[in-house]
């Protein structure tokens, strides 16, 4: 299993780039403010973050106690992403919502699309992650 430590440069490292794309990229589409997107983006950023840390954690003891093994196959992560992103999507609709004073629906609309933007960035990125900070093998076995 990955260290405590190895987490938290994870989580850092997926939301620190997230912002710098998701920010300048969300204003121009939803025409907000970026000051208004940077808010949005940060708040949604620390939520995730917390998320993704606890999530992550345990989908990997769920994996070791169901499969034996932390390796994930194209169809786990295609899993581990959809799962991860629906918790997501139920925290922040009503903190969307509220902030930016439009309806739930409108909130929906507008996660769905930044979900969207996120399910690439996170099954792209993890995989990057994977790569570039493998397990090491005595671990993943």
Do not use: C
């Not at 997230?18 to 300048?24: E, Q, S, T």
């Not at 992403?81 to 509220?98: R, S, Y």
């Not at 439009?102 to 995989?127: E, H, K, R």
Request: net charge positive; glycine share 6%.
């Amino acid at each position: 299993m990955r260290t405590f430590r190895d987490r938290v440069r994870h989580a850092l490292l997926f939301e620190a780039v997230a912002l710098a794309i998701f920010i300048p990229g969300s204003a121009a589409l939803f025409d907000e403010p970026m000051q208004h997107m940077g808010v949005i983006g940060v708040a949604s950023a620390t939520i995730a973050t917390v998320w993704n840390f606890v999530f992550n954690m345990g989908f990997d003891r769920a994996m070791l106690r169901l499969r034996g093994t932390l390796h994930k196959t194209m169809a786990i992560r295609v899993a581990h992403t959809f799962l991860f992103e629906a918790g997501l999507v139920a925290m922040l609709i009503p903190m969307i919502a509220w902030y930016l004073g439009i309806g739930l629906w409108a909130a929906l609309l507008m996660d769905l699309a930044i979900v969207t933007f996120y399910l690439v960035y996170g099954f792209l990125f993890n995989i990057a992650y994977d790569r570039v900070f493998p397990i090491p093998a005595a671990a993943a076995a």
